[in-house]
């Protein structure tokens, strides 16, 4: 056996020691607390889903990233890449007879295959919300100011919400005529911002040079409402021209939440996954070059699981949340002295009965109580609480 291997863990993966991994618990355990408070209730989910579950409207767009194998039965399994796909499949199976709205969060790991980055790995962290059975703007207006909300409960302060919209984009391409083909790779070099590629894309057709012009604009569409304004100037059917009425009301909404000033239009977003089909939205925090959240509608999931439901949501990357808060100088917060252990009881060597009876005492108070479990001298002790971050040293002699 390679002993190398045993100090190894699997690419894509990562450790998380104590001081990270208190962040990270607490940094969930307020947004689990902001979710409940705004009236969602947790779902928990497997692991591993059937891949015809996972992929049922996404097939070619990701089954290449999913961590594949088979089940006893030699049906092929995967590990789930994201949550809304499994959490629309026990709505659909499991909650047909409840009461629309359906108010779901959840907190999970999830895995996907793909080259590692700074904030994210092939095996992540997510938090996040489904609302499921709104079809109006006021359910994502709702999404997108709880989102906000969480990032501000967790101490984020300095972040802007990107809103786009998916038939405007499609709308736009249609109207022009474009194959399905055509539209695929101008979508995905609007996904990755890659304006070499959606100019190489746009050349290579037969359109006019004015509406060549219109598409590659597409990713200069951003700013506050004017953007709008400009873009009802290439909305000539009658799919775009809703899409952007449907943000106005969004953004509307937003305003009443007193949220504008977290808001700027993107109308070349475009989100990773083919089953969006309506508002779309990403976070981005200063110097972290990558959404840190993310979501929109996605109507038509659910019917693909035999109910028809519209649905809308988003979820946030923890480490990358995590990552913005570092450089935020905001991450110190979950190590101040609130969050230190109370107590640490060190003892001389006569006096481990006193000492245990001691913390039984104090734990049921409701402390966060160590104890030693050596003697020491009182010095060690002083020691080993300054290395730890405890608030208080008792000790017994």
């Known amino acids: 056996m390679n002993k190398g291997l045993l100090l190894e863990i699997p690419y894509g993966t990562r450790d998380f020691l104590p001081k990270d991994a208190k962040v990270?618990?607490?940094?969930?355990?307020?947004?689990?607390?902001?979710?409940?408070?705004?009236?969602?209730?947790?779902?928990?989910?497997?692991?591993?889903?059937?891949?015809?579950?996972?992929?049922?409207?996404?097939?070619?767009?990701?089954?290449?990233?999913?961590?594949?194998?088979?089940?006893?039965?030699?049906?092929?399994?995967?590990?789930?890449?994201?949550?809304?796909?499994?959490?629309?499949?026990?709505?659909?199976?499991?909650?047909?007879?409840?009461?629309?709205?359906?108010?779901?969060?959840?907190?999970?790991?999830?895995?996907?295959?793909?080259?590692?980055?700074?904030?994210?790995?092939?095996?992540?962290?997510?938090?996040?919300?489904?609302?499921?059975?709104?079809?109006?703007?006021?359910?994502?207006?709702?999404?997108?100011?709880?989102?906000?909300?969480?990032?501000?409960?967790?101490?984020?302060?300095?972040?802007?919400?990107?809103?786009?919209?998916?038939?405007?984009?499609?709308?736009?391409?249609?109207?022009?005529?474009?194959?399905?083909?055509?539209?695929?790779?101008?979508?995905?070099?609007?996904?990755?911002?890659?304006?070499?590629?959606?100019t190489n894309a746009v050349e290579d057709t037969k359109l006019p040079k004015q509406a060549k012009e219109a598409l590659k604009s597409i990713p200069m569409l951003q700013g506050k409402e004017e953007v709008l304004e400009i873009a009802n100037n290439l909305a000539l059917n009658e799919q775009s021209r809703k899409a952007l009425d449907n943000l106005h009301d969004i953004y509307t909404l937003l305003k009443a939440y007193n949220l504008a000033d977290f808001v700027k239009f993107d109308l070349g977003v475009i989100r990773d996954f083919d089953y969006y089909t309506g508002m779309i939205f990403e976070v981005y925090a200063p110097m972290i070059g990558y959404p840190i959240c993310g979501g929109g509608r996605y109507d038509k999931m659910l019917s693909d699981f035999g109910t028809d439901c519209p649905a809308t949501g988003f979820a946030m990357g923890i480490e990358r949340l995590m990552l913005a808060l570092d450089k935020q100088n905001n991450i110190d917060e979950f190590a101040s002295e609130e969050n230190q252990k109370d107590i640490y009881v060190a003892y001389t060597s006569d006096k481990l009965n006193d000492a245990i009876a001691l913390v039984n005492e104090l734990r049921a108070e409701g402390k966060v109580v160590e104890l030693a479990l050596t003697n020491q001298t009182k010095a060690q002790a002083q020691l080993y609480i300054k290395n730890k971050l405890f608030k208080e040293l008792i000790y017994l002699e």
């Open 24 to 198: 990270k618990r607490e940094i969930e355990s307020k947004l689990a607390k902001n979710f409940s408070l705004w009236g969602y209730d947790e779902i928990v989910t497997p692991t591993i889903e059937y891949v015809d579950t996972l992929t049922i409207n996404n097939r070619s767009g990701i089954e290449t990233h999913l961590f594949k194998f088979f089940d006893k039965n030699n049906k092929t399994v995967a590990l789930r890449h994201e949550m809304t796909t499994p959490i629309a499949r026990v709505a659909a199976s499991r909650m047909s007879d409840d009461i629309l709205p359906y108010k779901l969060s959840y907190i999970s790991n999830v895995y996907r295959y793909e080259q590692t980055q700074e904030g994210r790995q092939c095996e992540f962290y997510q938090a996040g919300v489904e609302l499921m059975g709104v079809a109006e703007a006021l359910g994502d207006a709702e999404v997108i100011a709880l989102a906000v909300d969480s990032l501000q409960k967790v101490g984020l302060k300095n972040f802007e919400v990107c809103i786009g919209q998916v038939d405007f984009i499609n709308g736009i391409m249609q109207q022009m005529g474009l194959s399905q083909e055509k539209q695929l790779q101008i979508r995905q070099a609007l996904e990755q911002r890659n304006l070499v590629d959606l």
